[in-house]
């Protein structure tokens, strides 16, 4: 397994700013991704963070609204941008550990006003 | 369609019973298969990958059915550290995707 940290834990933001989330792994791992949890509901992928290029994003995310990076194999970031009240979300990283598993970091509670 | 279907229950079962869920996935090339357990305010952790023969972990039991594109989670002499929503997630291609995660069932286990 991977043991994953996230930060901020949470955070409440004004509407139109932008907010860093960090996701550090403890081992190297080849794929990395983020999703949203909304209230309510289930988890959905926004991207996988690719190591040395760009994010391949879902459909409906796109890389204006939330850059990512992956500067190595075991950190990433991804920035909510401009952000509005329909942001208001968990966001999690996760990690593939071996060939198949995901583990998951802890979550940023993100909540904007 | 919804890709990955389940029942949100919830279910509310006497300790010491047996439970079983099911749930439903859409893209018939998936490849991939697991049972994620979420607590409340929490991050999903993995429980167990499910296999083309069914697996079993102590009490859990998982069982995949390829023809009708379903996916079983049994749970034996449940505790009421059981307490949880499951979530049954699907990966298209592998455990190098992204995952496809269901709604998850509400499981309550009574005293």
């Known amino acids: 397994s991977a043991v994953i940290s996230q930060k901020p834990s949470r955070d409440i933001c004004q509407r139109g700013t932008s907010l860093t989330i960090q996701c550090q792994v403890d081992?190297?791992?080849?794929?990395m991704f983020w999703y949203r949890q909304q209230p309510g509901q289930s988890l959905t992928l926004i991207a996988t963070?690719?190591?040395?290029?760009?994010?391949?994003?879902e459909s409906g995310f796109v890389i204006d609204k939330f850059p990512i990076s992956r500067p190595n194999l075991t950190f990433s970031t991804l920035t909510v941008s401009n952000m509005s009240p329909e942001d208001s979300s968990i966001y999690l990283c996760s990690a593939l550990a071996g060939d198949r598993e995901q583990y998951f970091g802890p979550g940023t509670r993100l909540t904007v006003t | 369609r919804k890709e990955v279907e389940q029942d949100p229950g919830p279910f509310n079962v006497p300790e010491g019973a047996t439970v079983a869920f099911n749930c439903t996935y859409s893209n018939s090339a998936s490849q991939s298969f697991f049972w994620y357990r979420q607590d409340c305010r929490k991050e999903p952790k993995l429980l167990m990958s499910?296999?083309?023969s069914g697996n079993e972990d102590g009490r859990f039991t998982a069982q995949l059915n390829r023809a009708s594109q379903y996916i079983s989670l049994l749970i034996r002499d449940s505790k009421l550290s059981d307490s949880a929503t499951y979530l049954c997630?699907?990966?298209?291609?592998?455990?190098?995707?992204?995952?496809?995660f269901g709604k998850g069932t509400h499981l309550i286990i009574q005293p």
């Open positions: 997630v699907v990966s298209p291609m592998g455990g190098a995707d992204g995952l496809t």
């Open positions: 499910v296999y083309s």
């Open positions: 081992s190297q791992v080849t794929m």
């Open positions: 963070a690719n190591q040395g290029s760009e994010a391949t994003y």
